[in-house]
């Protein structure tokens, strides 16, 4: 168990539809990634927030939105979902917003399926 | 632009076989990381080990060996003594520069038979 928790662990859902995601990092990590799991991509990076304030965007879509909050948990939004947004959505926390050297722990996943 | 290769798609071997899985990258960066991550049937990516780009000692975990090297870009995982267990998908990431993000490797889907 890496300490990251991520709810739901599964959604299925319709297209046109909005979600959200939700994941609480390791206790005292401050930064919290993002990243999508597909067949046709395999892993990529997302977002990440770091004491509630973005750090850095990856292959992020305009429809998907992402925020930090006070508590340090962060929330995926997912909007007018497409059958291609099926995929593993994996958060990561880390100790601290520095690239070099910090690792980062996954939580769980949320499995999300696009009907 | 970082890179991580992992060629070898899907190796099976049986049980008490070594195996080694390979992993070759490329960045620009004097300094980065460099991780392997396991993803078992479950679906979640469990951290194995970090190694950074100043340190080329080799290390070892149980059955478990990594073995960096700068001058072949290479960062290969061996399992000794495989089991059943260690069937996953193995990825291989980078994190480098000033991005935050890693660069996930495609992975290499390992079978362990009996």
């Known amino acids: 168990d890496s300490g990251v928790t991520q709810t739901p662990k599964h959604l299925i859902t319709a297209t046109g539809q909005r979600v959200t995601l939700r994941c609480s990092p390791r206790?005292?990590?401050?930064?919290v990634y993002w990243y999508q799991q597909s067949l046709d991509q395999g892993l990529q990076f997302l977002i990440q927030?770091?004491?509630?304030?973005?750090?850095a965007k990856g292959n992020i879509l305009e429809r998907f939105s992402a925020q930090q909050f006070p508590d340090l948990h962060s929330e995926l939004n997912l909007s007018s979902l497409e059958l291609g947004d099926s995929a593993l959505y994996f958060c990561?926390?880390?100790?601290?917003?520095?690239?070099?050297?910090?690792?980062?722990?996954f939580g769980p996943g949320t499995r999300l399926t696009v009907l | 632009a970082q890179k991580v290769t992992q060629a070898q798609t899907e190796i099976s071997v049986v049980e008490k076989e070594d195996v080694t899985l390979d992993c070759v990258y490329e960045?620009?960066?004097?300094?980065?990381?460099l991780f392997w991550y396991k993803q078992p049937p479950s679906g979640e990516l469990v951290f194995l080990i970090r190694?950074?780009?100043?340190?080329?000692q080799n290390e070892i975990s149980g059955r478990y060996s990594w073995n960096f090297q700068k001058s072949t870009s290479s960062f290969n995982f061996t399992i000794t003594a495989s089991q059943v267990v260690d069937s996953a998908v193995y990825f291989c990431a980078l994190g480098n520069g000033t991005a935050s993000k890693l660069t996930f490797g495609t992975g290499t889907r390992l079978q362990v038979t009996l």
């Open positions: 206790s005292g990590d401050l930064s």
């Open positions: 990561a926390s880390s100790p601290t917003h520095m690239p070099l050297g910090d690792t980062q722990y």
């Open positions: 927030y770091y004491n509630g304030e973005e750090r």
């Open positions: 190694r950074n780009s100043f340190d080329e």
């Open positions: 960045t620009r960066d004097t300094t980065y990381y």
